[in-house]
Structures are given as structure tokens and as C-alpha cells.
């Protein structure tokens, strides 16, 4: 686990960090790395590895948050079932660089089959020297539900970063049940968290990170393309085939929910790589994180607008601006549909 003067654990599933209140605080997203650490993945580990390290040099952060499918035991393209020993040598990439990261499970890290389960996983990733997690309460649904609180000297919370897992697959178990979503249980948890929080500072703002697009993400996507005034546009573009978001087949409660609660105004996930759409929605952003993959989508090694990371910047007015970070120069901004209105 991370140790530092600036952090502590406070609980089971609660950290703080504690930040300088005059200067900016860099918070780098980084999703879906699909490192595979095998046999057959060694060109395409390479690349994403370099992907990386270029993406850390542009952006300089304080922190490093991975929103899921980190590590890819998935044998007919690495080679390997290993994912204790892709997180492992996931953790020595990451620590290398001497900077706090954090990270929550997408669909793939567990993979059918695969040697380690989140649990297992979770007791790795615990060991890293720079790596900030926690399972998280027992009888919740997923591993690695908690808060990352970020803290001024005298403990005041100025942003809390709330880590959830927003699990792999459906009912059925794997791939062919459709994905999975933040279940009522952990959603309950959360707006219980932040209520908490609510209480002692009216106007205090979160962040979320998960794997999983929100089904209203796509929703507001297409309100967007007929011109809906209410949803703002930010950045991005949805480059899916078929403007495709990998969203789950149950609804979850967790958008309604938060924006009834208030306090998330910041949503990022991963899992569809080539989408990398910011818009606002009922006073939520919601961005998906630039994409790293080189060897989980077929031939992705050629896209190149998708590929980087994203920049979260907290100045010390408590102001929030969210850039994309591409490792080239060129970035889609391209969204389809036609007669588009965009706002703001
Ligand atoms: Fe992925
Ligand atoms: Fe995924």
C-alpha cells in the first residue's frame, strides 16, 4: 500500500489525501490498458507500456486513477490465464513511476477462467507500493467499492473520489448474459457516503470512477444528436461501430440516484475504447477516459484518435477542468448525427 506523510487510511474503505490548497491537484484517468503480460502479447504490451509513459510525461499527474480491464487473461490473444501475474507485473509498471494510483475491476481483469478472483486480485494490488485500494464492506456487490478523500492540511474534505466496481457480467455469469451494473446495494452505500459528506459541507462536489457507461450516458447522447438543449457537449466523440456504448441490459439506479442526491458532479468510465464523449447531463458529466488498448479490439492497434489518457484538474478554487491526453496530435471531436447542436 501507498505510504506518505499526505496519506491515510481512515477506515476499511476510506482514504485521504491530503493536497496543497494553493496549487492545481492532477488527476490522470487511465482505462483499459488490456495487458496481457503473456506470450502472444509482448509487441502489444510493449506498445501500450510505451503508450503509457508518454501519456504520464504530457500530463505530469499527482494521482493516477484506472477505470477497469487493466490486465487481459484472455489465452487465445496473450497466451496466458495468469492475471495474478499480469497484476503483478502491472504493479511493477505502475510503481515505477513513484506516484499514488488507484484502480477499480472492469469486465476483464477476472475473465472466466483466469487463475486469480477479485479477491485474490485485490490482496495483489493491496501489496503494490504506490497502490491506493480496498475491497470495501463485505456484503456489498463487487470488490473495490471506497473513497479517496482529498483533503486540505486540516482534514477539510475538498473532493472525494468515490471507487466503485460496476462488476463483469449478467445474471447468466459470462459474456453471452450481457454486462453487468452497479447494483442497488452499492448504490445505497454510496449516497449514504456522500449524504454523510453533504451534512458537514453543503456544497461539496464528488467525483465517481467505474468501469461501465451509465445507460443514461447514452441516453443523453442521443437527446444531444436531436438537439436537446439540456445535454452540454464537452469533448469526444463515440466512434463504436453503430455509435455502440457497452451498457448494460438491467437498469441501474445509480444515475437517478445520484443526481437526486447531488453531490457526483463528475462521472468517468472506460470499456468501450474507441468511444471518448464528455457531455453534461442533469448536472453530471460524464466522460468516457481516453483508451490505451493495443490487444483487446481486433486490429485497434491502427486507431490511433481514441488512444491516450485523461486529464482531471482541480485548481485550488476548487474549479475542475477535464481534458483528453492523446499520445498523438489528433483526437476525434467528431460526433455523428446529423443537424448536431453543440452547446458550451
Ligand atoms: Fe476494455
Ligand atoms: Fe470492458
Known sequence: MYCSDQFKQVDAETFTISIPKDADFRILQLTDLHLGFGLLSRGMDRLALDAVRKIMKKANPHLIVLTGDLIFPFLPKTGTLNNGKQAKKLMEFLDSFELPYTLVFGNHDCELLSACDKEELAGLYKQGNYCIFAEGRKNLTGVGNFLIELVDESGNVLLPLV??????????????????????????????????????????????????????????????????????????????????????????????????????????????????????????????????????????????????????????????????????????????????????
Not at 164 to 175: I, K, P, Q, T, V
Not at 185 to 212: G, S, Y
Not at 224 to 239: C, E, F, P, T, W
Not at 258 to 272: L, M, P, R, S
Open 163 to 344: 471507487m466503485l466496481d460496476s462488476n463483469m457480467y449478467g445474471e447468466g455469469g459470462w459474456f453471452f448474459s450481457g454486462f453487468d451494473r452497479i447494483h442497488d446495494d452499492q448504490v445505497d452505500w454510496c449516497m449514504e457516503r456522500l449524504t454523510a459528506l453533504k451534512q458537514d459541507n453543503p456544497d461539496i462536489k464528488a467525483m465517481a470512477f467505474f468501469h461501465m457507461p451509465l445507460r443514461e450516458f447514452k441516453e443523453a447522447y442521443e437527446k444531444m444528436k436531436l438537439g436537446d438543449k439540456a445535454v452540454l457537449y464537452r469533448h469526444g466523440s463515440i466512434a463504436e461501430k453503430d455509435e455502440y456504448f457497452g451498457i448494460s441490459k438491467f437498469k441501474s439506479t445509480f444515475f437517478d440516484r445520484a443526481a437526486e442526491n447531488g453531490v457526483i458532479k463528475w462521472i468517468f468510465c472506460g470499456h468501450d475504447h474507441l468511444n471518448t464523449l464528455s457531455l453534461v447531463y442533469k448536472g453530471i458529466q460524464m466522460t468516457y477516459g481516453m483508451s490505451v488498448d493495443y490487444l483487446g479490439y481486433k486490429n485497434i492497434k491502427k486507431s490511433y484518435i481514441q488512444r491516450g489518457g485523461t486529464l482531471i484538474t482541480r485548481s485550488a478554487d476548487g474549479n475542475v477542468d477535464i481534458a483528453m491526453v492523446p499520445i498523438g496530435s489528433v483526437v476525434s471531436t467528431r460526433v455523428r448525427g446529423a443537424n448536431l447542436l453543440l452547446h458550451g
